[in-house]
């Protein structure tokens, strides 16, 4: 079993619609939950973190941790054709210094279509 | 602006070269990593380097090797390139031991095809 895991999708939804995407994880060590876009052609680029559980918003982006069920969501209000890209959650045990307990563990990735 | 690049975006290889690819980040970050990206399987981690001079393996680090002779600069390298090394190699940056890591600067990729 992977330590994430994440709907490779595609996903295609019309503009306007509420996205939301998901990843599930099996490790309870993990503190620290990323969600990072990949546009076609480009690197990944951290969209947004969350630390332990709770909600964070950041404009039309909402992102939800629920330790208890080892679930993580990234909500996407009012989508836009311009949020077509790959999503990827990622999750890290360990906030400070880099070593093999703290490395970045990053799902699969979600590919998002927006229809005008 | 965090800038990391890619010494290229494609690369056609033939089985047996060696191969290398080169990464270059201007934000004095100490942490590199290089990943391969598969459709399916997402980003794997294949080596990283949390100093100059200093190295460690990552999930998948057979068949490669890296160095890094500068703080700016990592290096990967296929001893001998195998058709099973095709994929998109990403290298990614982050701030080091004192500050909080769970942010990665990616550069563009380098689509490696190796036949």
């Known amino acids: 079993q992977k330590e994430v895991e994440q709907d490779p999708g595609p996903l295609s939804v019309p503009e306007g619609a509420i996205v939301s995407l998901n990843c599930t994880y099996s490790?309870?060590?993990?503190?620290?939950f990323m969600w990072y876009r990949q546009y076609s052609r480009k690197g990944p680029e951290l969209l947004m973190y969350t630390y332990s559980s709770g909600n964070k918003e950041d404009g039309r982006f909402t992102a939800q941790v629920d330790k208890s069920s080892k679930y993580i969501s990234l909500f996407i209000r009012d989508s836009q054709p311009s949020d077509s890209a790959t999503y990827l959650c990622a999750m890290s045990a360990h906030d400070k210094g880099y070593s093999s307990a703290s490395k970045i563990i990053f799902g699969s990735g979600t590919r998002l279509s927006i229809r005008p | 602006d965090v800038k990391v690049t890619q010494s290229s975006r494609y690369l056609v290889k033939r089985t047996g070269e060696k191969v290398f690819l080169e990464c270059v980040q201007d934000?004095?970050?100490?942490?590199m990593f290089w990943y391969r990206q598969d459709p399916g399987l997402g980003l794997r981690l294949i080596y990283f380097s949390y100093d100059v001079k200093m190295k460690e393996k990552g999930d998948i680090p057979e068949g490669y090797s890296v160095s890094r002779e500068k703080k700016e600069r990592f290096s990967l390298i296929l001893e001998s390139a195998s058709t099973n090394q095709t994929s998109m190699y990403l290298c990614?940056?982050?701030?080091?031991?004192?500050?909080?890591?769970?942010?990665?600067?990616f550069g563009p990729g380098t689509r490696l095809t190796v036949t």
């Open positions: 490790n309870s060590a993990f503190q620290y």
């Open positions: 934000m004095d970050h100490e942490n």
């Open positions: 990614a940056s982050s701030y080091g031991r004192t500050r909080l890591t769970y942010e990665q600067y």
